[in-house]
Structures are given as structure tokens and as C-alpha cells.
């Protein structure tokens, strides 16, 4: 493969360390392996990988402390490996900063293809958003625990550069905030904020598809590199996680979900901008 593929391995469990550098090693990436959880970190601030699995169960630091430390300086796609039964572990990994989690024992299939989803989001992440409109939504799309009604208005308009394909490195603009596609900043009444590359394609999706409502499941697909409107299979578990991104996203916007600026909840559907976005330059 001509792309270039690094990944490091966190997993104090040999038999676990072994398997992983094999599918991923199998899959063209160049594998480092680090058994705890300080070491790991060192690892990954010397390979600049991107992918990182993380075990959560470490011994001298934990999972969760292993990803925001990694958070500090790395934009790789962090994936935590629980053999813990509770959600909220996996919930916690991702409030820590990681970008999916997957439970012990795993699928090598299913590793595979989340792996392979996350490079296909690297290459794309200075292609256009598609936007086109969504279909009518999925009954399994759960109601947030805030939301705002959806208005009896006409369909809004779809911002005219999203949707004719050009200008796809112009800055989105919305109350205050700017998302920068070609550098990946976002910044709120000009102060940079510090996202997870998958808060930022969240991010960059909503405001490309403006009042357009996005659901859960469309919203998954898009971290899956695959048109929202695709109808592939979205579990319970693949719309919470888009929650919980979200959830983190409000929080490191100040965006309140009961007055919201950038992100509004429509019960029972999904997601939408509540106000039109601009373009920058």
C-alpha cells in the first residue's frame, strides 16, 4: 500500500498484544507494541501512528488516563478494547477523548473494518460533506435527554457551497464559531478550541448540512466514510456513541443544549444547525 499506515498497540496482555499486531500488521500497517500504559504514551509521541488501540484495564496508569494524556498531543484514532460489561466503561473512553471502543472478546472482522473506516475518514477529511437530504428516520433513533421541537417551516436551503461541491476548504460560520476544513481548527469568538478528529467531523457534518435534520444513525455513517442516506445497519450502541460525541462537543463549544447556538436537538429525529451557516473565506 502506498498510503502511509502506523499503528501502536497498548494491551498488557500478550496473547491480546499478539492478535492485534497481527490484524493490523495483516491489514499494512507497521505495528509498535508498548505493554503499559506510560510506555505507550512515549510510543505514540515517537511514532505519530494513526491508529492507537488502548486497553483500559493497565496497570501502572489506566485506559482512560492513557487517552487524555494522548489527546494532549495526537490526533490518531484512538480505539479502547474494554473486557468490562458495564457501557459506561466504554461511555468513559470515549468521554476521555477516544473515537470508538470496541469489548473483549472481539470480532478480528469487526476490528478490521472500524480500522479501515477510520483511514478512509483520514483521506476524506478535506473532502466535501455530502448533504443531501435524509430520508425519513430510522424509529430505533432514540430521543436525547434535551431537545428542542422542530418548527412547522418549509425545508430550509442547503448552504450552496455544500451542496454544489465547491469551495470545500472554506471555513463554515455559524454565531460565533468557525470550523476550518483544510487546517482543522475551530475556533469560538476567536478562541481555538481542541477537538477529537471525530468531534470534528461531527462538528463539520452538522454545520455543512445545516437545518437539515441528521440522525443518529446517518451521523455514524458519516464516521463510517459512507453516504448517511446508505441504510447500513446502525446499532444501538453505534447511535449512543454519536451521543456521547456529541455530548463531549457541546461541552467543549459552552453550547447549551436548552438555548442552543451551534447544535440543536430534534426530538425523536436528531440533530440540526438552528440557525443558517455561512461561508468564510
Same mark, same amino acid.
Given at each position: 500500500?502506498?498510503?502511509? $499506515?502506523?499503528?501502536?498497540?497498548? =494491551?498488557?496482555?500478550?496473547?491480546?498484544?499478539?492478535?492485534?499486531?497481527?490484524?493490523?500488521?495483516?491489514? !499494512?500497517?507497521?505495528?509498535?507494541?508498548?505493554?503499559?500504559?506510560?510506555?505507550?504514551?512515549?510510543?505514540?509521541?515517537?511514532?505519530?501512528?494513526?491508529?492507537?488501540?488502548?486497553?483500559?484495564? #493497565?496497570?501502572?496508569?489506566?485506559? @482512560?488516563?492513557?487517552? $487524555?494524556?494522548?489527546? &494532549? @498531543?495526537?490526533?490518531?484514532?484512538?480505539?479502547?478494547?474494554?473486557? $468490562?460489561? =458495564?457501557?459506561?466503561?466504554?461511555?468513559?473512553? +470515549?468521554?476521555?477523548?477516544?473515537?470508538?471502543?470496541?469489548?473483549?472478546?472481539?470480532?478480528?472482522? /469487526?476490528?478490521?473494518?472500524?480500522? /479501515?473506516?477510520?483511514?478512509?475518514?483520514?483521506?476524506?477529511?478535506?473532502?466535501?460533506?455530502?448533504?443531501?437530504?435524509?430520508?425519513?428516520?430510522?424509529?430505533?433513533?432514540?430521543?436525547? /435527554?434535551?431537545?428542542?421541537?422542530?418548527?412547522?417551516?418549509?425545508?430550509?436551503?442547503?448552504?450552496?457551497?455544500?451542496?454544489?461541491?465547491? !469551495?470545500?476548504?472554506?471555513? +463554515?460560520?455559524?454565531?460565533?464559531?468557525?470550523?476550518?476544513?483544510?487546517?482543522?481548527?475551530?475556533?469560538?469568538? !476567536?478562541?481555538?478550541?481542541?477537538?477529537?478528529?471525530? =468531534? @470534528?467531523?461531527?462538528? $463539520?457534518? #452538522?454545520?455543512?448540512?445545516?437545518?437539515?435534520?441528521?440522525?443518529?444513525?446517518?451521523?455514524?455513517?458519516?464516521?463510517?466514510?459512507?453516504?448517511?442516506?446508505?441504510?447500513?445497519? &446502525?446499532?444501538?450502541?453505534?447511535?449512543?456513541?454519536? =451521543?456521547?460525541?456529541?455530548?463531549?462537543?457541546?461541552?467543549?463549544?459552552?453550547?447549551?443544549?436548552?438555548?442552543?447556538?451551534?447544535?440543536?436537538?430534534?426530538?425523536?429525529?436528531?440533530?440540526?444547525?438552528?440557525?443558517? &451557516?455561512?461561508?468564510?473565506?
Amino acid at each position: 500500500m502506498d498510503e502511509r $499506515r502506523v499503528a501502536v498497540v497498548i =494491551e498488557d496482555d500478550e496473547d491480546i498484544r499478539s492478535l492485534l499486531t497481527a490484524l493490523l500488521s495483516q491489514s !499494512g500497517f507497521t505495528v509498535h507494541e508498548s505493554s503499559s500504559g506510560l510506555e505507550g504514551v512515549q510510543t505514540v509521541r515517537d511514532h505519530d501512528p494513526d491508529v492507537v488501540t488502548v486497553d483500559l484495564g #493497565l496497570a501502572d496508569i489506566d485506559g @482512560f488516563e492513557v487517552t $487524555r494524556r494522548l489527546r &494532549v @498531543f495526537s490526533d490518531a484514532h484512538v480505539m479502547v478494547l474494554t473486557a $468490562r460489561t =458495564e457501557e459506561i466503561d466504554a461511555l468513559m473512553g +470515549l468521554d476521555a477523548g477516544a473515537d470508538d471502543y470496541l469489548t473483549k472478546p472481539f470480532r478480528p472482522r /469487526e476490528l478490521r473494518a472500524r480500522v /479501515e473506516a477510520s483511514m478512509r475518514r483520514r483521506r476524506a477529511s478535506a473532502r466535501p460533506v455530502s448533504v443531501s437530504a435524509p430520508s425519513a428516520p430510522s424509529s430505533a433513533s432514540a430521543p436525547d /435527554e434535551v431537545a428542542a421541537p422542530l418548527p412547522a417551516t418549509p425545508e430550509p436551503e442547503r448552504p450552496a457551497a455544500a451542496s454544489s461541491g465547491t !469551495g470545500a476548504g472554506s471555513s +463554515l460560520v455559524l454565531n460565533g464559531l468557525e470550523v476550518n476544513p483544510q487546517t482543522h481548527q475551530t475556533t469560538v469568538d !476567536g478562541q481555538e478550541v481542541a477537538l477529537t478528529p471525530t =468531534e @470534528f467531523l461531527l462538528l $463539520r457534518s #452538522l454545520l455543512a448540512s445545516g437545518q437539515v435534520v441528521r440522525t443518529k444513525a446517518e451521523l455514524y455513517r458519516i464516521l463510517r466514510d459512507e453516504d448517511p442516506d446508505q441504510r447500513t445497519f &446502525v446499532s444501538q450502541a453505534d447511535e449512543r456513541t454519536v =451521543e456521547v460525541h456529541l455530548g463531549n462537543l457541546r461541552r467543549k463549544l459552552g453550547d447549551d443544549p436548552r438555548i442552543p447556538r451551534w447544535i440543536q436537538t430534534v426530538r425523536g429525529v436528531g440533530y440540526r444547525t438552528p440557525a443558517r &451557516v455561512t461561508r468564510g473565506s
